[in-house]
T-cell receptor, first 118, second 109 residues
């Protein structure tokens, strides 16, 4: 089945530094990838839609200058959290859409990246 | 506005059957998904319904009624490993996924 690899799984950084998270589709091409954030005991919140070769589409309330998204190839999207602060500590998950067994465009998720900003 | 409702938490006994309901009000409908999410992990795909009726896949089944804006996920022969959150999500007319808040399922021995 389709696999999405996300790296790193865990990252701890100091306040003010930048952190880059990578999301790769391993056995399929993904022109569109999605970045979510999930706080403890809450549902997934879509942050932005990453489009290969063009600018990302950000959801309302998400600062595009703080959460930089680059989708340079059909298999790689990166999310950079710039000048991270403790309130940015969260679980960040990427996903890509692929054709599932049912014929539907199923979202396959990466394993997630847990960011802790000290 | 768009809205998806599912119970916050449910408790069931190992070996039993549990039904998790999901009702939705969205602008258009292009399918409903169920995902399973264990604590600290990313969601994994369980099922997709776009036509009315029941889809069975092993111990898990998913039902959809488009006229009622209603779906349920049925889990049979519950195992302790089924303890997780179950997320209902609807693909709207713009092919945007609208997520429910998830139902935390607690399995007791």
């Amino acid at each position: 089945g389709a696999v999405v690899s996300q790296h790193p799984s865990w990252v701890i950084c100091k306040s003010g530094t930048s952190v880059k998270i990578e999301c790769r589709s391993l056995d399929f091409q993904a022109t569109t990838m999605f970045w979510y954030r999930q706080f403890p005991k809450q549902s997934l919140m879509l942050m932005a839609t990453s489009n290969e070769g063009s600018k990302a589409t950000y959801e309302q309330g998400v600062e595009k200058d703080k959460f930089l998204i680059n989708h340079a190839s059909l298999t790689l999207s990166t999310l950079t959290v710039t000048s991270a602060h403790p309130e940015d500590s969260s679980f960040y998950i990427c996903s890509a859409r692929n054709q599932g067994d049912s014929g539907a465009n199923v979202l396959t998720f990466g394993a997630g990246s847990r960011l802790t900003v000290l | 506005g768009q809205n998806i409702d599912q119970p916050t938490e449910m408790t069931a006994t190992e070996g039993a059957i549990v039904q998790i309901n999901c009702t939705y009000q969205t602008s258009g409908f292009n399918g409903l998904f169920w995902y399973q999410q264990h604590a600290g992990e990313a969601p994994t795909f369980l099922s997709y319904n776009v036509l009315d009726g029941l889809e069975e896949k092993g111990r898990f089944s998913s039902f959809l009624s488009r006229s009622k804006g209603y779906s349920y996920l049925l889990l049979k022969e519950l195992q302790m490993k089924d303890s997780a959150s179950y997320l209902c999500a609807v693909l709207d007319s713009n092919y945007q996924l609208i997520w429910g808040a998830g139902t935390k399922l607690i399995i007791k021995p």
